[in-house]
């Protein structure tokens, strides 16, 4: 049986000095620190030693002094202190250095000029919606798949257990050469095999009139302008990438494989997305929250 839960392993760049080191003591309860974190921290106290007693400091009145070593000690606080994700905030300085520069706060979107910085924050270089073909601006490309899952609350145990193990098998044979990246929203419902099948069913009538006609209008727009366009669901996608196309297609087969052979444990449903369909669901999430 697959495991409940995976350990995630710590980034291969990580070095010595993210080595993390407890000094809770019996009195004291502190979260362990990275190495490099306690460098910095000793290395801001004896800063402010060499501060206050061998430079120019040390001529200044004592409430100046103090006022200096709490106002470094308070800086050295702000930058090396971890937030939520583990990181010092210091790595967010030369981000901050880029983001006053007036040019890096600002993409210009008219269509007299260069679309180059507008395609770097999409990451999405251009769209082939003939052939699904999404080509990234790193060199990258992808094919992108409207997905249906299995995964539900209401599964027995017998049934969960085979979809993780399922989902575990699949997993363990992907191949480093290209990435799976999934993609939830919110849209409104899709409407369109159903508009198609009440358009049939009403065209294969053998007899017509005017209120039977009324109905089938009233359905259609019902159909379209209310459930179509109003009535929220969740979607899921999944965008297969890779560095160069003998790469996707191995990640492409490998989906196709499972869809036809997995019994639907892990994929129900894969739609390959084209034209319409593809520039719709990348609109989704880069054109932004429509104005109400």
Same mark, same amino acid.
């Given at each position: 049986?697959?495991?409940?839960?995976?350990?995630?392993?710590?980034?291969?760049?990580?070095?010595?000095?993210?080595?993390?080191?407890?000094?809770?003591?019996?009195?004291?309860?502190?979260?362990?620190?990275?190495?490099?974190?306690?460098?910095?921290?000793?290395?801001?106290?004896?800063?402010?030693?060499?501060?206050?007693?061998?430079?120019?400091?040390?001529?200044?009145?004592?409430?100046?002094?103090?006022?200096?070593?709490?106002?470094?000690?308070?800086?050295?606080?702000?930058?090396?202190?971890?937030?939520?994700?583990?990181?010092?905030?210091?790595?967010?300085?030369?981000?901050?250095?880029?983001?006053?520069?007036?040019?890096?706060?600002?993409?210009?979107?008219?269509?007299?000029?260069?679309?180059?910085?507008?395609?770097?924050?999409?990451?999405?270089?251009?769209?082939?919606?003939?052939?699904?073909?999404?080509?990234?601006?790193?060199?990258?490309?992808?094919?992108?798949?409207?997905?249906?899952?299995?995964?539900?609350?209401?599964?027995?145990?017998?049934?969960?257990?085979?979809?993780?193990?399922?989902?575990?098998?699949?997993?363990?044979?992907?191949?480093?050469?290209?990435?799976?990246?999934?993609?939830?929203?919110?849209?409104?419902?899709?409407?369109?095999?159903?508009?198609?099948?009440?358009?049939?069913?009403?065209?294969?009538?053998?007899?017509?009139?005017?209120? $039977?006609?009324?109905?089938? /209008? &009233?359905?259609?727009?019902?159909?379209? %302008?209310?459930? @179509?366009?109003? *009535? +929220?669901?969740?979607?899921?996608?999944?965008?297969?990438?890779?560095?160069?196309?003998?790469? $996707?297609?191995?990640?492409? /087969? &490998?989906?196709?494989?499972?869809?036809? %052979?997995?019994? @639907?444990?892990? *994929? +129900?449903?894969?739609?390959?997305?084209?034209?319409?369909?593809?520039?719709?669901?990348?609109?989704?999430?880069?054109?932004?929250?429509?104005?109400?």
């Amino acid at each position: 049986m697959a495991k409940q839960s995976y350990k995630i392993p710590d980034s291969l760049a990580k070095n010595w000095y993210d080595t993390q080191i407890s000094l809770s003591t019996k009195n004291s309860q502190l979260p362990p620190l990275p190495v490099k974190i306690i460098f910095g921290f000793l290395g801001s106290f004896f800063f402010c030693l060499w501060l206050v007693f061998a430079s120019f400091v040390k001529y200044s009145s004592l409430p100046v002094q103090i006022l200096l070593v709490l106002l470094i000690m308070g800086l050295t606080s702000l930058v090396l202190v971890p937030d939520a994700t583990g990181n010092s905030k210091y790595s967010l300085v030369p981000a901050l250095l880029d983001y006053m520069q007036a040019d890096n706060r600002k993409i210009i979107v008219r269509s007299t000029k260069p679309a180059n910085n507008f395609m770097h924050v999409s990451g999405i270089n251009n769209v082939d919606p003939k052939h699904g073909y999404i080509k990234f601006t790193d060199g990258g490309y992808g094919y992108a798949y409207r997905v249906v899952g299995s995964a539900s609350i209401l599964l027995f145990e017998e049934d969960k257990t085979a979809v993780l193990d399922r989902v575990d098998n699949y997993y363990r044979n992907m191949k480093a050469e290209y990435e799976q990246i999934y993609i939830t929203s919110k849209e409104a419902q899709h409407v369109e095999a159903q508009l198609r099948s009440l358009k049939e069913r009403y065209q294969n009538l053998n007899s017509h009139d005017k209120d $039977l006609d009324a109905i089938a /209008n &009233m359905e259609y727009r019902i159909l379209r %302008d209310e459930i @179509g366009q109003h *009535f +929220k669901s969740i979607h899921q996608y999944l965008i297969i990438r890779a560095s160069n196309p003998e790469s $996707l297609t191995l990640g492409k /087969n &490998m989906l196709i494989s499972e869809v036809q %052979d997995g019994r @639907g444990l892990m *994929f +129900k449903q894969a739609q390959a997305l084209f034209g319409d369909d593809l520039i719709d669901m990348l609109a989704s999430i880069y054109k932004g929250k429509e104005s109400v």
